[in-house]
């Protein structure tokens, strides 16, 4: 059913007439990450200067005829991969080697997801790897039909995980671009790991409680299980496993 639906997205794609037009645009800058930084950049004081993308009182971003009007988060004043490229070593003992793939979303609009899975897998004992040269994951390229542009974003990226010497764990935050790396980018050697089921195994391995240098939590929070996460990774455990670790899981019923 899958190998249909995918067949279908790519004969309708074959047939849009601004596809043509659009597909030399987006090889210049998705296959380049300067580019696309500076196309991101630009597309939003373009949005700013016309008011375009207001909603209750937040500038939004790419919302331009070119992306059918839709939007994007706002984006960090910079990007994860500007502040975070580069080998971070664990502290203590090196108790595994990861390579960090950020995604388009953590990158560009929240590198402060970065920022803490940086700063807690180190204090955890792991070396973290983030690639500067890393690329879409493909997803979005994927689901539109546009196999041949997906595949290229998986080729440069697949580049960077086999480097030589580079960690064969490769662990991300963003559930969508897990899914997306746990089924197209199948590779002998390499192993696609979500963060939470990571932080999950390190602290099952940990004999005291961490507090990762946080104050207990006071107040209540719900947690929503990302659709990728639970669908196409058919990952549940982890994430409660993290929260019961910390004191700070209390199942609701019928929520």
């Known amino acids: 059913v899958g190998n249909l639906v995918n067949y279908g997205k790519e004969r309708a794609a074959a047939r849009s007439w601004g596809r043509p037009l659009a597909r030399p645009f987006w090889r210049f800058f998705l296959l380049h990450r300067g580019r696309m930084d500076l196309l991101l950049r630009t597309a939003t004081l373009f949005s700013r200067l016309l008011g375009w993308g207001r909603r209750e009182g937040n500038v939004r971003h ?103 010497g580079a960690p064969t764990t490769v662990i ?36 005291d409680r961490p507090t990762l240098g946080r104050p207990p939590l006071d107040r209540s929070y719900s947690y929503h299980f990302p659709c990728h996460l639970s669908f196409t990774q058919k990952e549940q455990a982890a994430p409660l496993a993290i929260l019961s670790r910390l004191g700070a899981y209390q199942p609701m019923e019928d929520a």
């Open 62 to 164: 790419l919302s331009l005829a070119l992306f059918d009007r839709r939007t994007l988060p706002v984006l960090a004043e910079t990007t994860a991969l500007t502040e975070f490229s580069g080998v971070h070593p664990a502290q203590g003992k090196t108790r595994e080697r990861v390579l960090f793939f950020t995604g388009c979303l953590i990158n560009d609009a929240r590198p402060d997801i970065a920022r803490s899975a940086v700063a807690v897998l180190t204090r955890l004992g792991v070396e973290v790897t983030v690639p500067a040269g890393q690329l879409c994951c493909g997803m979005p390229f994927w689901s539109l039909g546009e196999a041949k542009m997906a595949d290229g974003l998986r080729a440069r990226n697949l580049d960077l995980f086999q480097a030589p």
């Open 172 to 207: 991300t935050a963003c559930a969508s671009c897990g899914g997306a790396l746990r089924e197209k980018y199948e590779t002998a050697g390499l192993t696609f790991v979500d963060l939470s089921v990571l932080l999950s195994r390190l602290l099952q391995q940990t004999t």
